[in-house]
């Protein structure tokens, strides 16, 4: 099998390395870079578990590899925190009890941060239909649209106030 050497910016660092053609980009995450906030659940795209966001979209990194994430930007769960402080998405989670076992959260924050950047007032709905592939293994969506909606909140209370014309 053929070697291809990639370089990424992950969580905004330049990354790099050799890998295998039919190498899986979460398997270099996980493995290469020793990132693993990054879950494997299924290996089929099914859970979402693996999701995380490429060129700012979110992406099922068990379906893309590693030699297509070259030249691109990755961000991963160890990326949301910024100065030490936990991303309203995060705090989101811990406060409205969004956690559950945990499994799914790294995917569902994720998915949730690329749905926050394109729509900041999301509706139940639009919530629900934006983490629509990622799946809860403990079946609690309630909490985890409720963590969403929290971060929704604080995300727009730290926008500055929009000049009126």
Known sequence: MSKHTITLTVNGESRGGEVESRLLLVHFIREQLSLTGTHIG????????????????????????????????VETIEGVAQGGDLHPLQAGFWEQHGLQCGFCTPGMIM????????????????????????????TGYVKI?????????????????????
Do not use: M, W
């Open 111 to 138: 998915t949730a941060k690329a749905l926050l950047a394109s729509n900041p007032n999301p509706s139940e709905d639009e919530i629900r239909h934006g983490i629509a592939g990622n799946l809860c293994r403990c």
């Open 42 to 73: 299924c290996d089929t795209t099914s859970c979402g578990a693996c999701t995380v966001l490429l060129d700012g979209r979110p992406i099922k990194s068990c379906t893309i590899f590693a030699v297509q994430a070259d030249g691109h930007s």
């Open 145 to 165: 649209v409720e963590a969403i909606q929290y971060a929704a909140a604080k995300l727009r209370e730290q926008q500055p106030e929009e000049v009126a014309a």
